[in-house]
C-alpha cells in the first residue's frame, strides 16, 4: 500500500499555482513508489503450478521430453523447459532448450578438439553442420531415444513461495537462468518464469 501523506502531497502538487517542476519531482516519487509495490508482490503470486508443467522421469527419452512439451502446447502454453524427477518424484534437473538440442545432436558435432572461431564457427564444424543438415531426419529419431538424465541440468537453486519477485528477478539475472524451482517450505509446489517476472516488471514500469 501507498503511505496516505505521499498520496496527499502528491495531490496537492497539482494545484493551479504549485510550482510546475515540485509538481513533476513529487509525480515522480510517487511513480516510483507504485513501481516497487507492484516488483513487491510474492512469487506465489505468478508461479505456474506444478501439475501444470512438463515432467518426466530421469530415465526418460528426450522423446518423451518433446512429447510432454507438445502437450502443454495443445493445451496453450508455450512451455520450452521441462522439470525432471527420480523414482522418489524429488526433482532432480531440468531440461533446458540448449539441453534438448544437445541431446539431439551427432557426437561429431560435440568435439572439443576443434576450437569455436570468435567470430562464429571453424570451418570444419561448419562442414559438419552441413552433414547434420544431410542426415538430420534419420538422426534424431534415433537421437530422440538417449535418456534426459545424462543431459539434463543440475538443480542448484530455488526460491521461496513467500519471497518477492525481486529475489526471483535477482537471481534470474545473475545467474541466466530462465526458470526457478519454486517451494512452499520443503515441498516444490511450482515454477517461477523469467517471462512471468519480466510481464510483472514491465506493469512497474508502465503503472499498467
Not at 66 to 74: C, D, S, T, W
Not at 147 to 173: E, H, I, N, Q, W
Request: hydrophobic share 45%; glycine share 4%; net charge negative.
Amino acid at each position: 500500500m501507498l503511505a496516505h501523506p505521499v498520496v496527499q502531497v502528491a495531490s496537492a502538487a497539482v494545484v493551479p499555482g504549485e510550482r510546475p517542476h515540485v509538481a513533476l519531482v513529487l509525480r515522480r516519487r510517487l511513480e516510483v513508489r507504485r513501481a516497487a509495490d507492484e516488483l513487491g508482490n510474492r512469487v506465489r503470486e505468478i508461479l505456474v503450478p506444478l501439475s501444470d508443467y512438463p515432467c518426466i522421469g530421469e530415465n526418460n527419452t528426450f522423446q518423451d521430453a518433446f512429447r510432454a512439451l507438445k502437450e502443454g502446447y495443445a493445451d496453450g502454453q508455450r512451455f520450452r523447459h521441462v522439470l525432471v524427477v527420480d523414482d522418489q518424484d524429488e526433482l532432480v534437473g531440468i531440461l533446458r532448450p540448449r539441453d534438448l538440442l544437445h541431446g539431439l545432436m551427432p557426437d561429431y558435432l560435440l568435439s572439443e578438439e576443434l576450437p569455436h572461431h570468435a567470430e562464429g564457427l571453424h570451418p570444419e564444424f561448419a562442414a559438419l553442420t552441413m552433414i547434420w543438415a544431410d542426415t538430420c531426419e534419420k538422426q534424431c529419431p534415433e537421437a530422440a531415444q538417449r535418456r534426459v538424465k545424462d543431459y539434463m541440468a543440475p538443480v542448484t537453486m530455488t526460491v521461496s513461495a513467500d519471497d518477492p519477485l525481486t529475489t526471483a528477478a535477482y537471481l534470474m539475472f545473475t545467474h541466466h537462468f530462465n526458470i526457478l524451482p519454486v517451494v512452499d517450505g520443503d515441498r516444490l509446489v511450482g515454477v517461477a518464469r523469467i517471462t512471468d517476472v519480466f510481464d510483472e516488471v514491465a506493469k512497474a514500469v508502465l503503472h499498467d
